[in-house]
């Protein structure tokens, strides 16, 4: 099984930043896909960002620009920099990762997980 954990969240005054983690642990043995996403009470998850091509940075049009995804393989994490966050942005943010790991000696099963999410409060 995989496991994540998203290290990072909290209260952050309009203007400011915030990065956030996601740490994956378990029998890994790839990675297909990794994407954030958002949640506020009463309203669908909402994709946020995702790797883009060459190594670039996809994110949703209702964050313009202002969050970037990044990722350290070698560590299986992955980054959420949020900048010039304000209060729109208040939400429960959630990683989601896709991929394959080893159920058993010489045995691959597929996966996708969720992080547990982590609350990001905009707010003066």
């Known amino acids: 099984q995989v496991t994540l954990v998203e290290p990072g969240g909290g209260l952050v005054q309009p203007g400011g930043s915030l990065r956030l983690s996601c740490v994956a642990s378990g029998n890994i043995h790839m990675i297909n896909r990794v994407e954030w996403y958002r949640q506020v009470p009463g309203n669908q998850r909402e994709w946020v960002a995702s790797?883009?091509?060459?190594?670039?940075?996809r994110s949703a049009d209702s964050v313009n620009g202002r969050f970037t995804f990044s990722s350290d393989a070698a560590k299986n994490t992955w980054y959420l920099q949020m900048n010039n966050l304000n209060p729109e942005d208040t939400a429960v943010y959630y990683c989601?990762?896709?991929?394959?790991?080893?159920?058993?000696?010489?045995?691959?099963?597929?996966?996708?997980?969720w992080g547990q999410g982590t609350q990001v409060t905009v707010s003066s």
């Open positions: 989601r990762v896709v991929g394959w790991f080893i159920s058993r000696p010489g045995y691959q099963t597929t996966f996708v997980s």
């Open positions: 790797p883009g091509s060459g190594g670039s940075s």
